[in-house]
Nanobody
Framework: QVQLVESGGGSVQAGGSLTLSCAAS????????VGWFRQAPGKEREGVAA????????YYADSVKGRFTISQDNAKNTVYLQMNSLAPEDTAMYYC???????????????????????WGQGTQVTVSS
C-alpha cells in the first residue's frame, strides 16, 4: 500500500523559510516523478515543483522559481521542498504526489510537473503572515 506523508509545515513571517518533507512507503522514489502542489482556500490546486528522481532534473512554477528548491534523499526515501523568502501568497495546503510507474532518467522534469499522479499525501499547512 502506497502512503505519502508530508511534514514540516507551519506558520512563519514573510521572508522566513520552511522545509517540507514527503516520506514514502510502499514505493521507492528511485526513477520516479515526484511533485509538490498547493491549494489555497477558494483557489484551484496548482503545481509548485517537480523532480525526476532518476535524472535529478527539476522544474518550478514561475511563482516560486529562485525561492523554492525540490530535492531528494534516496537513502531516506524522502523528497523535500525547501522554501525561502516566503510571502503571504505562499499560504496554502501543500501536497506531495508520486506514482509507481518508473520513468526514464532522461525524461524532463516538466513532464513530471504535468504528470497525472495517482498517489497523494494528506497535506501540510503553510501559513505566511505579513
Amino acid at each position: 500500500q502506497v502512503q505519502l506523508v508530508e511534514s514540516g509545515g507551519g506558520s512563519v513571517q514573510a521572508g522566513g523559510s520552511l522545509t517540507l518533507s514527503c516520506a514514502a512507503s510502499g514505493l521507492t522514489y528511485s526513477r520516479k516523478c515526484v511533485g509538490w502542489f498547493r491549494q489555497a482556500p477558494g483557489k484551484e490546486r496548482e503545481g509548485v515543483a517537480a523532480i525526476n528522481t532518476g535524472g535529478r532534473s527539476t522544474y518550478y512554477a514561475d511563482s516560486v522559481k529562485g525561492r523554492f528548491t525540490i530535492s531528494q534523499d534516496n537513502a531516506k526515501n524522502t523528497v523535500y521542498l525547501q522554501m525561502n523568502s516566503l510571502a503571504p501568497e505562499d499560504t496554502a495546503m501543500y501536497y506531495c504526489a508520486a506514482d509507481l510507474k518508473p520513468i526514464s532518467p532522461w525524461s524532463s522534469a516538466g513532464y513530471c510537473y504535468r504528470y497525472e499522479y495517482n498517489y497523494w499525501g494528506q497535506g501540510t499547512q503553510v501559513t505566511v503572515s505579513s
